[in-house]
């Protein structure tokens, strides 16, 4: 079995904002090119245009329909969820032969592909379902966090990210050390009281969700009052120019 490492200052992790999620899937086909691509082995897809397609994915997104406790109408909550690389990962510790193991420098859990057997032990010990058996390699792969990408110096600054963040079009994927107090992702977790997924398994997940707002509510808050003004400039011209026509 693997020991997990002491814990270690610096956290790399994700703040995915359950209120912004469009669930467009973007960050689902982004990791799956990116990985494809830069993974060890590639990520597989077997029958992909058939009737019964199967293929591995690091990163996924669910589709939930939540009705407020406190009422008010329902809303679908998109739910991104991959490695959640915790603190106490169950999957690291039943490993039987080290593969997969947790980073002492940045907290991140990976898989050494050349050590891993295939056994599934660590996605039976996952509570969040986050490993995935590639049927044609035969051994587990999970999200990485792009390790490849975030310290690639040949990659501009902006691209140094998971991909899953960099290709969000709608800014709902944060990383960052969240065992930085001051970071940018601790301040957003501190702020909008970012949540563990599954707090009771006591994993210590690194990544954090912030909780969606109920909607009708929001909107019915939200202080609208139309502003009328003189157009000024070329707006003025051209109010001018469509009432002579």
């Not at 693997?2 to 899937?25: N, Q, S, Y």
């Not at 039976?124 to 792969?141: N, Q, S, T, V």
Request: net charge negative; glycine share 8%; hydrophobic share 35%.
């Amino acid at each position: 079995m693997t020991a997990l490492p002491e814990a270690a200052d610096k956290k790399l992790g994700l703040v995915i904002d359950l209120d912004t999620c469009v669930g467009c899937h973007a960050c689902v086909v982004n990791c799956k090119e990116w990985n494809t691509s830069n993974y060890g082995n590639p990520l597989s897809d077997i029958d992909a245009y058939g009737a019964e397609p199967e293929g591995t994915f690091l990163n996924r997104v669910h589709a939930f329909e939540v009705t407020p406790d406190t009422g008010g109408c329902a809303q679908t909550i998109h739910f991104p969820k991959s490695c959640l690389h915790c603190e106490d990962a169950p999957c690291v510790t039943v490993c039987p032969t080290g593969a997969s193991y947790k980073r002492v420098e940045d907290g991140i859990v990976l898989v050494n592909e050349n050590d891993c057997m295939g056994c599934g032990l660590c996605a039976w010990a996952c509570p969040y379902g986050a490993r995935e058996l590639d049927a044609l390699a035969g051994i587990m792969k999970k999200c990485t966090l792009c390790v490849d990408r975030i310290y690639n110096e040949n990659l501009p600054e902006e691209d140094r990210e998971p991909a899953c963040v960099r290709t969000c079009p709608a800014g709902a994927r944060h990383f960052g050390d969240l065992g930085d107090p001051s970071s940018d992702v601790s301040k957003l977790v501190a702020e909008r009281e970012g949540m563990d997924l599954m707090p009771e398994m006591g994993t210590k997940p690194v990544n954090k969700y912030l909780p969606p707002r109920q909607k009708d509510t929001l909107l019915a808050d939200m202080a609208l009052t139309p502003k009328s003004e003189e157009p000024k400039g070329f707006l003025a011209w051209l109010d001018k120019a469509l009432e002579a026509l």
